[in-house]
């Protein structure tokens, strides 16, 4: 009999020690039959849990091409082993983006895992607190490669174009690589582009402790495992992850949250020893509903925020780009997949760049200009703090 345990353990977990740590299900979904599969794990903090995603495409002459690497576990690499079965070896592993520390550390250890295939990296690669190599960062040297800025000179296959979003930010770069599958008119997208689902993911659901822990309204409740709280749990962790600090949420005083502690029914490692320092407020629905009651994809709050406005003439001209392609469905990293789009759609996911005065206040998602407003203030203030102390540039005016 299989040992799911074993199969789903991640080793380096330690590494970027988030949730789930050592322990990652995967799920795998076909999007277009024979040719296109997601590949999703859990992944977050705080039990702010959302899935993060590998695509997987078959390439017209045999062969796989993998898009942004999950944790290669046991499970996951069975899971991508069946399709070479049927369909060939991974022959290109795309690593699309700069900065984001969750895809890029499970780029190596993937690579490591298939041995004849291409890493092909997004440019302007960088590490903190110190600047490594990609071959410090367990990057194959004799098989990695930067991705040209012209995906005509790509060593890629003639089936799929590619755009280069890259953002100076000051201490590194924002990088972005939107890649194009002709034959099934794909646009695969990393962290510009998300949509968020009413009800729980599928791999969110397959371990609830994370759903019912945020359904709770005191840290002296304890979360019955049904629908309704499974759902409610799901829609405060998106507000979670989206704002950080979402205007329906308040924390409670110290000695209240002792007083809780004191009185807590699960004083377990897991449940944070009874730790429970959040309130919502009765009409935190109204949050959730702003950014899903037009039912469009958008640009996440916080790359709306801090890393967009840094350079919007750029972004525009990129979407602008890839607005000129033919595609009908997007499938992000992150959140909801696959989310159907169209180009004038996506390009109009970034308007609010073209605003002549595009200064905090000016920014929204699709949904409630004025709930988002006040959701995202935590976020405006992180902006000041890290313009103030040189972390990130003042937002640039389009021009």
Request: hydrophobic content about 40%.
């Amino acid at each position: 009999m299989v040992n799911k345990k074993k199969e789903q353990n991640w080793g380096y977990w330690f590494v970027l020690p988030l949730y789930p740590y050592q322990q990652r299900a995967t799920l795998r979904w076909e999007v277009v039959k024979d040719t296109i599969w997601t590949f999703e794990q859990p992944h977050g903090l705080l039990y702010a849990v959302v899935p993060i995603r590998m695509t997987v495409i078959r390439l017209a002459k045999g062969g796989l091409l993998v898009y942004a690497p999950i944790a290669p576990t046991g499970e996951c690499l069975k899971l991508v082993k069946e399709l070479e079965n049927k369909h060939g070896d991974v022959k290109y592993i795309i690593h699309s983006t700069s900065s984001g520390l969750e895809h890029k550390i499970f780029v190596g250890p993937f690579a490591r895992r298939f041995p004849q295939a291409q890493v092909l990296s997004a440019p302007s690669q960088w590490s903190f607190p110190l600047n490594l190599p990609l071959s410090w960062l367990g990057f194959p040297s004799r098989r990695t490669s930067i991705l040209p800025s012209d995906y005509r000179r790509s060593t890629l296959p003639d089936e799929f174009a590619y755009s280069i979003l890259d953002i100076n930010l000051s201490p590194g770069y924002f990088t972005e690589v939107a890649l194009l599958h002709k034959p099934t008119q794909t646009l695969l997208v990393t962290d510009t582009i998300i949509k968020i689902p009413r009800k729980p993911p599928d791999i969110i659901q397959l371990n609830p402790f994370p759903l019912l822990f945020h359904a709770r309204e005191t840290g002296l409740d304890n979360s019955e495992d049904n629908l309704t709280n499974r759902w409610k749990g799901w829609q405060r962790i998106c507000l979670f992850a989206l704002y950080f600090r979402p205007s329906k949420l308040e924390t409670i005083s110290l000695k209240q949250l002792l007083k809780e502690v004191r009185q807590s029914p699960n004083l377990s490692r897991e449940n944070y020893f009874g730790l429970f320092p959040f309130r919502w407020q009765s009409d935190w629905h109204i949050s959730f509903e702003a950014i899903t009651n037009q039912n469009k994809p958008f640009v996440a709050p916080i790359i709306e925020t801090l890393i967009l406005p840094q350079s919007p003439k750029k972004v525009v001209e990129w979407a602008d780009k890839i607005s000129l392609w033919q595609f009908k469905q997007v499938i992000p990293a992150h959140f909801q997949a696959p989310i159907k789009m169209t180009p004038s759609e996506f390009r109009q996911a970034f308007s609010f760049l073209e605003s002549k005065n595009n200064l905090l206040s000016q920014l929204y998602p699709s949904g409630n200009k004025q709930i988002y407003r006040q959701d995202s203030t935590f976020i405006k203030q992180l902006k000041q703090q890290f313009t103030k102390i040189g972390i990130l540039k003042p937002s640039q005016p389009f021009l």
